[in-house]
Structures are given as C-alpha cells and as structure tokens.
C-alpha cells in the first residue's frame, strides 16, 4: 500500500513538474522579452532551459542571443557550451573563442581563463599564460594558480 501511494505521488510530482516547465506565465514574458532584445530576459531564458528542462541547444541559442545584446555572462555560458561540442581548431572552437574574446575585453574574468584554457588545448601555450595571466589580474584565484603551474 504504501509503495503504491508514493508511487502515485511521485507521478503527481512530475507530472506538476513538467507542468511547471512548460512556458508558464513567467516563462512566456521572459521569452517575449528576449525576442525584443532584452539581453537579461535572455540569459535568464538561457539558464532555464540549461538548468531545468536540461537542454543545452536551447540554452546556447539564449546565451548567443544574450551575448550578442550584450549580456557578457551570456557570452562566458555560450562559449562553455559550445566548446564542449567541439575539438581544438574546429569551427566550436572558433566560436567559443569569439564569444570569450568579447567577454574577456569587458571585464568578465571567467571569459578570459576560458581562453587560457582554450589556447592550452590547442597548444598555444605561451597565448594561455597570457590570458591566465590576465584572468588572475581581475582576481580569478584559478587563473593565478594555473599561471602559476605553467610559468614552471
């Protein structure tokens, strides 16, 4: 009896769960407000769809469209996802490089580790430090320590 009963209340529980993922009042105004050019109405749509339904090409095309309004944290989402699709030197890496040179330039600290590591896994060590470098100065302790451990 008791199996039943909870069986029946974890169907309840996704079913109410998949309810609540779908474009619900909230959802529908952000994805409104994205289509006009809200960059923040945007990423916020891109971590939804990452975060809860799970979905990484939705959430990437998001990040892009927050990126591109100028959303930078948009930019360093974007990158991370499309650099996990790809291989050094293939069309994600270029990608990703571009939406991290573009957060990296404004002051996103996480952006420019993203490019030391980039450039490490293309061999490019001296173009790594350069950007851990650059990461460690805006105060991302994993760029310093990463510097550090390459200057060896």
Same mark, same amino acid.
């Given at each position: 009896?008791k199996k039943?009963?909870?069986?029946?209340?974890l169907?309840?529980?996704?079913h109410?769960?998949? !309810?609540?993922?779908?474009?619900?009042?909230?959802t529908?105004k952000k994805?409104a407000l994205?289509?006009?050019?809200n %960059? @923040?109405a945007?990423? #916020?749509?891109?971590? &939804?769809?990452?975060?809860?339904? *799970?979905d /990484?090409?939705?959430?990437?095309e998001?990040? !892009? #469209?927050a990126?591109d309004?100028g959303y930078?944290?948009?930019? @360093?989402? =974007?990158?991370?996802? @499309?650099l996990?699709?790809?291989t050094?030197?293939?069309?994600?890496? #270029?990608?990703?490089?571009?939406?991290? @040179?573009?957060?990296c330039?404004a =002051?996103?600290d996480?952006s420019?580790? /993203?490019l030391g590591t980039? /450039?490490?896994k293309?061999g *490019?060590?001296?173009?790594?430090?350069?950007?851990?470098?650059?990461?460690?100065d805006?105060g /991302? %302790?994993?760029?310093?320590?990463?510097? #550090? &451990?390459?200057? *060896?």
């Amino acid at each position: 009896m008791k199996k039943i009963i909870f069986l029946t209340i974890l169907a309840i529980f996704i079913h109410v769960s998949g !309810v609540w993922a779908g474009d619900d009042k909230e959802t529908a105004k952000k994805r409104a407000l994205c289509e006009k050019g809200n %960059s @923040t109405a945007c990423f #916020k749509m891109g971590e &939804r769809y990452r975060i809860i339904e *799970r979905d /990484n090409k939705s959430a990437l095309e998001f990040y !892009v #469209k927050a990126c591109d309004s100028g959303y930078m944290t948009g930019c @360093t989402n =974007g990158g991370i996802l @499309t650099l996990m699709k790809g291989t050094p030197y293939s069309k994600e890496f #270029k990608k990703a490089r571009k939406m991290f @040179t573009k957060a990296c330039d404004a =002051g996103e600290d996480p952006s420019c580790f /993203n490019l030391g590591t980039l /450039n490490y896994k293309e061999g *490019r060590q001296k173009k790594a430090l350069q950007y851990y470098l650059k990461a460690c100065d805006m105060g /991302n %302790s994993a760029g310093c320590a990463k510097h #550090k &451990r390459l200057s *060896r």
